[in-house]
């Protein structure tokens, strides 16, 4: 690593100025890289973009940074750099859940596709929001309709200091403000620890988000080619990397064979994504 730099958002779909601005906190991004490596000439830029998921926003993203003068540059989704950071043969597919969900491959012949990304057009599960509001209505069915019981009521109640099921939906303006990160992830945390002691909802919720993944990887599977005995699978995201979800995963491993007839291998992604950029030049464009 000869430097980094972390700048603004570069997703045109979250900026007023959409494809302009983006491309303008990109350019920004690479001149300030090159200037603190001590860079005047890039040989090849390759970079992973959220937002880029259709033919027309590659064409758009190109032209605006032809435009601003970049050249000899490639341009990916970003869920496509967990493939080429966290797996062995650069054939694979990468399934990353953290703020929102995507399911990216490439395989053995190069062919590329994505799936999911698109929240409830695409019946996207299992991203952090996701698990949060899940847990919310675990405890609002137990409390207030009478439903299961689930060992997250006395959890958030005891963490929060909650009498009474009012004061619970009290909560819910902190669950959808932009302060809302840090009683999210409180939400995601007592998730998992009533998963891992076995709580029946909290297991229901874990199947439903391991069913989706197994689908959506199975579904990779069955129109790629991917040589060997095993089909590699990286696990990306917050909820893959940063949490205590070995129990969901198994779920899921055990789930895609059923599905498609295909073992798999899954691998937890364990460096940043952007070295999936480096392996990626080296691979296909360090000699064009």
């Not at 799936?115 to 299992?126: I, Q, Y």
Request: charged share 25%; net charge negative; hydrophobic share 40%.
């Amino acid at each position: 690593m000869l430097a980094e730099w972390k700048g603004a958002g570069s997703n045109h779909e979250t900026l007023e100025g959409a494809f302009e601005d983006a491309s303008e906190v990109i350019m920004q991004g690479i001149r300030t890289l090159m200037a603190n490596a001590g860079i005047e000439t890039a040989d090849f830029t390759l970079m992973g973009l959220a937002g880029i998921d259709h033919p027309y926003q590659y064409d758009l993203m190109r032209a605006k940074l032809e435009q601003k003068g970049l050249k000899r540059f490639e341009i990916f989704n970003d869920g496509f750099l967990v493939v080429k950071a966290g797996s062995q043969t650069g054939a694979a597919i990468g399934y990353n859940c953290g703020t929102g969900t995507c399911c990216n491959a490439v395989d053995s012949r190069g062919r590329m596709l994505q799936l999911a990304g698109l929240g409830d057009f695409s019946g996207d599960v299992g991203s952090g929001p996701w698990i949060a509001v899940k847990t919310f209505r675990l405890i609002y069915d137990e409390v207030f309709l009478g439903m299961a019981k689930t060992a997250l009521t006395q959890m958030v109640y005891n963490r929060f200091s909650i009498t009474g099921r009012e004061e619970f939906l009290a909560l819910i303006p902190s669950l959808e403000t932009e302060k809302s990160e840090e009683t999210l992830r409180q939400f995601i945390d007592f998730f998992f620890e009533a998963l891992n002691a076995d709580d029946p909802s909290a297991l229901r919720i874990a199947r439903e988000m391991a069913e989706r993944g197994a689908q959506l990887i199975s579904a990779h599977i069955r129109q790629l080619d991917f040589d060997g005995e095993f089909v590699e699978v990286v696990l990306a995201g917050s909820v893959h990397t940063k949490l205590p979800s070995g129990k969901y995963v198994d779920i899921m491993e055990g789930l895609v064979p059923r599905m498609c007839g295909r073992q798999v291998r899954f691998r937890i992604l364990d460096k940043d994504p952007v070295y999936g950029c480096v392996n990626w030049i080296l691979q296909q464009y360090a000699d064009n």
